[in-house]
Structure formats: structure tokens, C-alpha cells
């Protein structure tokens, strides 16, 4: 794909990664991804903000043949997606600067050894003239990394905000143009990668409310030509109450847990809460992490194995302790056969979730009825707590 116009002197460039299907060999891409990368052309400076994967570099490279002179490469944020072709670009236009914030400028050095000499270092707030554009630095630490920032054109009043507002979409599409996909996308990126630092991305959010924002062009997905609902939604994401909402991650490997696990979504639903469930041998782990964004209470299934919790289980409470969700309550429901320290071992794993853990519900083998009116008092004690605290 040839690069395209956003508008006058302002050029998309980058590469559409249809095949990508796994991020960090973590995080499931169900619909690909984009690398975006853009060219700036003032009257008398030329920028390329930010450049593709490396196994997409020709890409790029393709892209820059008809153009005459880079400047500045402006580097938003070291991690490869972005940074990888920078080598490339500079082989191509030796003279160029790359222009990074200071922790930016090392991490680039260790990462891709780019010699010291090639950069010029921008503070937050400092400025770039291209002549008659204007760029204006914003550091914004924590989108994902501690080294990000992102850029405002002045004049044209666009965010690039790489990997900020993002969302792995691959898309022949250069705005967006389904904002319910979109939504879905940025929401699954945000959760599985933003989501952690989001006490932080709240004030990177209060710092942007004092721009006219009229454009945010992201490295991932499409462009946000009006984008006031992700920031809107973004500001939910960081800072809005939990919902009323359990969110019940489960393992069941004879279908006693399992059991517990129905019983207590419909004795949740009858009390008014919506329950999301999600059968760790099968699910989406993107998906998981979507529902964590809202969830106010986390039940999790698990059945006792080897004296501990199921191992999928186990992946799933780790996952959710590194993604620090804004959850306010937990519980544990599951069967074992004869013993263990399954409620111990989890509670251990998730140092970071700072929950109040209602009582576990276990049982030896099949739930009898005791152990049903055990998980309906836990739906009572869960919906009062949704209650008290007006998770709607
Ligand atoms: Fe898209 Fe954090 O890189």
C-alpha cells in the first residue's frame, strides 16, 4: 500500500499486518494489526513520526522512495512495533535526527543500538518547528512504557498518539468508519496492555484536556477524526466505576465446579447482577481481559488438582493481578476430592488486586444442598455489596 493523504502536507504511511495473530507471544490479535506510521512535511523541515515492525521494514522503506528528505524521525515510543525500522530510515537518510524523550533516547540505544550522535532529546512540552508546522512534545509516561510521549501538531490540532487510543485492527480503512468494532478493539488493547497504569493514564488524560484535539491519529488502527468518544470512553476506562457486574473465570474438570459455577450466574442474575462467564479451557484471554475493565466483583471457578488450584486457573489469577483491574470484591468457588490449599495458594497470587474476598464456597465432590445454599448466600452478600456501593 502506497502512503496515503490525511491532508495537505500530512501523509499516512505504514503497514497493514492482516496474518498477525499474537502480540508479545501473549496477546491474542483476533483481527490483525496496523503499524502506522506518518510524514509531516513542513515549509522547511520534513518528520516521519514513528516507523513499522521490523518484518514489515521493506514496507516502509517502499513508501519513502518518492520522498525527498526526512529530517526528524520523532520515536513516540521504543518498543519495536514502532521503533524497529528506525535503522533502516536513518541508513536511507543519514542526515535525519531522531527525536525521542530522554528515557526514550536509551532504550532505543539498548534496543537498537542507535549510535548516541543520531538523537536530539525534547522535554515535555518543548517544540519542533517543520517551518510553517509546528510540533509540540507531550510526555505521557506509562502508555504502556515509562519512556512514552506523544505528539500535537499545533496547527492542524492532531494528536499522534501511538500506541494511546490504539487498537489492533488491520483495515484498509484510514478513519474510522465502525465505531462499534472500534470501540470493541481500543477497549481489548486498553485492557491488555493500558489497563495496569491507569492511575497514571489518568493524569496523561487530565494533560491533554488542555489541547483542541480535532484529530488523534494512533500507530495501531484506524484515524479518530471525531474522537471525542474515545476519549470519552478512555476516561470511563480509567476512572468509572466498576459496573455491576462478575465477572466468573472457571476451570471444571469432572463438572462439579462447573455446576457450582450455573448455579450461582442464576442466582446472580436473579438478584439484578449482569455475570460474564468464561470457561478457562476455551476462552479468549482478550476477552477476559475486556470484562475485567468493568467488573466489580471476580468470582473464580476453580477445582483442586495436585493439592492446588487448577493450573489454567492459576494463569488466570496472575493475569488478572499484572492487569491491576479496578475490581473491588473476590471469591473462590470450586470442588476438590480430598484436600489442598487451593483458596491459600490463589489468594497469594494476586498481591496486587487490592479486594475485599468474600467467603469461598467449596465442597468435597458433587455440590449437595448445602453447598447451593452456600453460593446463594454468596450472591446475596455479593449483590448487597454492588448495592451498598451503587455499581449500576
Ligand atoms: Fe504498539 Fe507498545 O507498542
Known sequence: MQKRKIMEKIHWLGAVDW???????LIPLPDGTTYNAY????????????TVDPPMAEVLTAQLDNVPKIDFVVSHHAEQDHSGTIPQVLERFPQAKVVATPKAK???????????NAFVTVQDGET??????????????????????????????????????????????LFVTDQGRVHEAAKRYFAEIMMPFRNIIAKNMEKLNGYDIQMIAPSHGQIYDRPSWIMDAYQDWVAGDP??????????????????????????????????LFNLAVTDIGKLAMALVDAATIVVGVPTVLAGPHPLAAYAALLANALKPKVRFLSIIGSYGWGGKTVETLAGMIPNLKVEVIDPVLCKGLPAEADFASLDRLADSIAQKHKENGFR
Open 243 to 276: 459496573h455491576n457486574l462478575v465477572v466468573l473465570p472457571f476451570v471444571s474438570m469432572h463438572g462439579s465446579t462447573r455446576k457450582m459455577v450455573d448455579h450461582l450466574t442464576a442466582a446472580l442474575v436473579e438478584r439484578g447482577i449482569r455475570v460474564e
Open 19 to 25: 496474518d498477525r495473530r499474537l502480540f508479545d507471544s
Open 39 to 50: 510524514l509531516i512535511e513542513g515549509s522547511e523541515k520534513t518528520a516521519l513520526l514513528d
Open 106 to 116: 536509551g532504550m532505543l540505544m539498548d534496543i537498537l543500538k542507535i549510535p548516541e
Open 128 to 173: 519542533l518547528s517543520l517551518g510553517d508546522k509546528t510540533l509540540e512534545f507531550i510526555h505521557t509516561p506509562w502508555v504502556h512504557w515509562p519512556e512514552t510521549m506523544v505528539t500535537y501538531l499545533q496547527e492542524d490540532k492532531i494528536l499522534f498518539s501511538c500506541d494511546f487510543f490504539g487498537s489492533h485492527i488491520a483495515t484498509s480503512d
